[in-house]
C-alpha cells in the first residue's frame, strides 16, 4: 500500500492551534502545552495527527489522546504514533473511546481493567454524560 508522506518529531508551542482543533473537533479538551506531545507532519511541517502522554502515579505512560486530523485518517498516522510511543516506553496503556476500540485492536491492544488506569485519567469518564454512547474501555499493551 502508498503510504502518505508523514515524519515524527516533538511537538511545539506554534503546534498548538492545529493539534487544538484537531482536539476540539472530537470533543476533546485543548492540551495546555505540548509538553509530551509528538506530531506526525506532512512535507510541510504541518501537524496531521499528535498524540501526548500522561503519566500515571506508578509511572506508567497512559495515551491521552492520539489524533489524526480528519482528512489524514486511514493513511497509518495512528499506527505510527503510538507504536513509536510504544518502542519508547515499552508499555502503554488508556482509556479506548468506543469508536476507537477497533484502532487499537488493530495494533494488538487488550482489554484491561479500570485499576489498572492512572487515577486521574480513569476519572475523567466518572459522571461524563456521554459514557453511554461512548462506551469506553481501558486497554493497554506491553512489548514482550
Ligand atoms: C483512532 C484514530 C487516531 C486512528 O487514526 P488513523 O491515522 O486513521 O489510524 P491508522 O490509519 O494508523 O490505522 C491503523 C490501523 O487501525 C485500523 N483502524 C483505524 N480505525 C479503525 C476503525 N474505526 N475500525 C477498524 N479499524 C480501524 C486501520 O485499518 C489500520 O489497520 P492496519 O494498519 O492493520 O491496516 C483516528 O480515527 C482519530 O483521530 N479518531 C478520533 C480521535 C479518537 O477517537 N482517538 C482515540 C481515543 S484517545
Given at each position: 500500500m502508498t503510504r502518505a508522506p508523514f515524519t515524527i518529531r516533538n511537538g511545539r508551542e506554534d503546534d498548538l492551534p492545529y493539534l487544538n482543533a484537531y482536539a476540539f473537533a472530537e470533543g476533546m479538551d485543548s492540551l495546555p502545552s505540548a509538553e509530551a506531545v509528538r506530531v506526525a507532519v506532512n512535507d510541510e511541517d504541518v501537524p496531521v495527527g499528535f498524540l501526548r502522554i500522561r503519566r500515571g502515579d506508578d509511572g506508567v505512560a497512559?495515551?491521552?489522546?492520539?489524533?489524526?486530523?480528519?482528512?489524514?485518517?486511514?493513511?497509518?498516522?495512528?499506527?505510527?504514533?503510538?507504536?513509536?510511543?510504544?518502542?519508547?516506553?515499552?508499555?502503554?496503556?488508556?482509556?479506548?473511546?468506543?469508536?476507537?476500540?477497533?484502532?487499537?485492536?488493530?495494533?494488538?491492544f487488550q482489554e484491561l481493567g479500570w485499576d489498572d488506569i492512572a487515577s486521574p485519567i480513569a476519572s475523567e469518564c466518572d459522571g461524563c454524560e456521554m459514557y453511554g454512547e461512548c462506551q469506553p474501555l481501558p486497554m493497554g499493551r506491553r512489548l514482550p
Open positions: 497512559h495515551v491521552n489522546p492520539v489524533v489524526t486530523c480528519a482528512t489524514w485518517r486511514g493513511w497509518g498516522v495512528g499506527r505510527a504514533l503510538v507504536e513509536e510511543a510504544l518502542e519508547r516506553f515499552g508499555e502503554l496503556r488508556l482509556v479506548a473511546r468506543g469508536e476507537s476500540i477497533p484502532f487499537y485492536r488493530a495494533l494488538g
